[in-house]
DNA sequence: AAGCGACTTGATTGATCGTTCAATCAAGCC
DNA sequence: GGCTTGATTGAACGATCAATCAAGTCGCTT
């Protein structure tokens, strides 16, 4: 199995569904962009769907090498690698004038009626996230109130990113973004004041 | 002008757009839907995108009267009013298996290099909807605390709103949905109460 | 060397898409 | 009763799409 070939197709489907879309994204388009010819593709994918599928689980099993790692480098406080994660984000629609943000939140509004199977990839992705998110909300320990829930936490941070993200990009204009990261930054604070007040009183 | 072809139109491709999205919605089906033939939907619209057009004028045009008066029917206090129409949000993914959420934030994220017409409406849309926040949060008054930036909370209103949907859409799950609302629900309790301090400081 | 399987080539298919257009019709006006 | 205008009909068009397939290439095994 010649994997080269294959990997052309999903990083260069990965680059497309970013910029177009899915339905916007045609196989000439992919084709096009990796010098592979139709046949070539259709050996290895079944279909365009299946195409989506391998991007969707490259982006699953690279979130921690292509994602966390780069935004998280030198970066070692577990609350500021929440918001350094973030500006990653921010660093996207920054160089791109606003037109890419999460592609996966993209490709999760976009497909209205998905198969099961990319249903599932697009939440398993969204769980990873989230996870990597729980695990720092883990690691500040009692920086953060007791008796508050970290998990819903960790979803109301991706929760914050998509829709910031999605408003910069209607807006063009990065200062959505920036402003609903800043809102979100007050509300740590006061979380993080809440806790210290539980420190005081104990 | 025969209105009530055109409005015909409009009214299937809001529905058909919200099931499907804008691009897997074809011409024909909402001819077929409305017993619409093509030369008559040509006769009142340039293209397909200038239906799009209209259905988000509609959109914009009709918030008031058909997303917020039902919304806010019964309920007066400017706090609970910006819940109930989050909990609007709520019965809509509800009643439809977490198939439909927000049809704006929808097309917002479908549409990757939208008619800058387009784009304007996009973002009309959200403009008012954050203005019918922002004057909740203007309605509060000293029940927040006097240093918030009522805007800004008012944008992160929206954010955790399409956040929320697009989260329970992809899980299929209403209890992404809710989490993140009573994470909006806690922040807002944190700053009566931080409002409440400054009141009894002064 | 022969055979085999993995991979590539690129023309081709048939369906579907948005759009066009000549025609017909109905209603109102001078 | 001609003329205009607005609206409707539905067949047809060209483009584009995802997908197919027969032919060919190459490397590896026996």
Redo the contacts between chains.
């Keep these: 199995m010649n994997a080269d070939t294959r990997r052309k197709i999903v990083v260069a489907a990965m680059d497309l569904f970013s910029?177009?879309?899915f339905?916007?994204t045609s196989v000439a388009d992919i084709l096009s962009r990796t010098q592979v010819h139709s046949g070539s593709l259709y050996h290895f994918f079944p279909g365009k769907q299946d195409v989506l599928a391998a991007v969707l689980e490259a982006y699953r099993d690279g979130i921690e090498e292509w994602l966390l790692a780069p935004a998280w480098s030198g970066v070692e406080d577990p609350v500021e690698r929440i918001f350094a994660l973030l500006n990653a984000y921010r660093t996207l629609l920054a160089t791109s004038d606003c037109?890419y943000?999460c592609p996966i939140?993209?490709l999760?509004?976009?497909l209205?009626?998905p198969d099961p199977a990319i249903?599932d990839l697009?939440?398993a992705n969204?769980e990873n996230w989230t996870q990597a998110i729980h695990r720092c909300l883990e690691a500040a320990g009692e920086r953060l109130p007791a008796a508050l829930d970290r998990r819903?936490?960790a979803?109301?941070v991706?929760?914050?990113?998509?829709?910031?993200v999605?408003?910069a990009?209607?807006?063009?204009d990065i200062g959505?973004f920036d402003?609903?990261v800043?809102?979100l930054r007050e509300?740590f604070d006061?979380?993080i004041r809440?806790a210290d007040r539980e420190a005081v009183a104990a």
Tied chains: 1, 2.
């Design positions: 910029e177009k879309g339905q916007s037109t943000g939140g993209s999760a509004l976009e209205h009626e249903r697009l939440a969204f819903r936490l979803e109301f991706l929760t914050v990113m998509e829709g910031a999605m408003q990009r209607t807006y063009r959505y402003r609903n800043a809102m509300h006061l979380l809440e």
